[in-house]
């Protein structure tokens, strides 16, 4: 399956009703469980997070209403429901709701759970990678660079990038719909092999300028 010969999943862009409903600790990590191992019912996310199958099932519902996770019927029953994280993942504008005091709270937890995720996702890779193949390292990456960009350049970089991303996302959804109908995959199952030759890709990607803003002073720091 190449690139551009499937449409995108559409992705959901969160609205100030919608960043305050996900902005609860558990409701994140239902979603990040859902995103991370893939379709499961209330009762197993309950097992894999120590909750009780009631308190997910009513998180599960409201992470549904605003469109973050959807039903599989097809896999459901009258006793159990599936549930799977969007295929097209989610987007707030963080700069405008950070700056709005009634929305700055929950951006500023979702953000800083955004990269705690990558910061953990980053580090249990570096300790993998000791024992993955050598072939799928090296078709990896790991880079950081400088550049000196106006900001028109930076946008294009940005959406260059953005643009090819949602290219491969639109064959990884179509790939996981394949894999869904076929396979009833267990949420306490460690294997993140969809199939011989298909692994499940983490890509982080961070663009921005440095110096323009203000660091805030550290609490700590002026408490000394």
Do not use: C
């Not at 963080?94 to 009634?102: E, H, I, L, M, S």
């Not at 249990?124 to 960009?149: C, F, G, N």
């Not at 993140?192 to 110096?211: K, L, Q």
């Amino acid at each position: 399956m190449k690139p551009g010969n499937v449409n995108p999943p559409r992705g959901i862009a969160l609205d100030a009703a919608a960043l305050k409903a996900f902005a609860h600790p558990l409701r994140v990590r239902l979603w990040e469980a859902l995103e991370e191992k893939g379709p499961a019912t209330a009762t197993q996310l309950a097992i894999l997070i120590g909750e009780s199958s009631g308190s997910t099932s009513y998180h599960l519902r409201q992470l549904s209403r605003f469109g973050l996770i959807e039903e599989l019927p097809k896999r459901g029953n009258a006793k159990e429901r599936w549930w799977r994280a969007n295929p097209g993942g989610f987007s707030f504008n963080g700069d405008v709701f950070r700056r709005d005091p009634n929305t700055a709270a929950a951006a500023e937890m979702l953000l800083a759970q955004v990269v705690q995720q990558r910061v953990e996702e980053t580090l249990r890779w570096l300790q993998e990678s000791r024992t993955t193949p050598h072939e799928w390292v090296q078709a990896s990456i790991d880079s950081r660079t400088k550049l000196m960009l106006t900001r028109p350049e930076l946008e294009e970089l940005t959406s260059d990038v953005t643009t090819v991303l949602q290219q491969y996302r639109a064959v990884s959804a179509a790939r996981q719909s394949d894999t869904d109908e076929m396979r009833n995959r267990s949420v306490s199952s460690n294997d993140e092999t969809v199939s011989e030759d298909v692994v499940r890709i983490h890509v982080h990607f961070n663009a921005f300028p440095v110096g323009l803003g203000e660091p805030e002073e550290d609490s700590r720091t002026a408490e000394d």
